[in-house]
């Protein structure tokens, strides 16, 4: 469940996405599921959590149950923090969803989802 509550705040920072919907129902419209969301983080954090960031780096995942996929790029680095960029397709739709997240490393060196 938490890293559910971690794939609602990714949704929270759709671009543009958020006008008057619910943060239930534009979940919804993805067509993703929590699965999906636990392995964009799980391929985003391969690009941030070992080593150096480097811009430009990019994973693919995809979800043999769901049938999603995406690709992960590490859009920038600015001191302690990242920000990611993701294009995840759910299984059955044609048009992908673009998510922009940024993350930032705390003083205990835990990579913390930022608004």
């Not at 129902?25 to 983080?41: H, P, V, W």
């Not at 430009?56 to 920000?83: E, M, R, Y």
């Not at 960029?85 to 930022?114: F, M, S, Y």
């Amino acid at each position: 469940m938490k890293k559910f509550l971690s794939a609602c705040a990714i949704m929270a920072v759709v671009s543009g996405a958020a006008d008057a919907k619910s943060l239930s129902r534009i979940l919804a419209e993805t067509g993703l599921n929590s699965e999906d969301f636990d392995l964009m983080g799980q391929y985003a954090a391969g690009l941030y959590d070992r080593g150096t960031p480097k811009v430009g780096a990019v994973a693919q995942w995809s979800n043999n149950n769901s049938g999603a996929a995406g690709t992960v790029t590490l859009d920038a680095v600015n001191g302690n923090c990242v920000s990611i960029r993701h294009e995840a397709t759910a299984g059955g739709k044609d048009k992908p969803v673009l998510i922009h997240t940024r993350r930032c490393k705390n003083a205990d060196g835990i990579w913390v989802l930022q608004p």
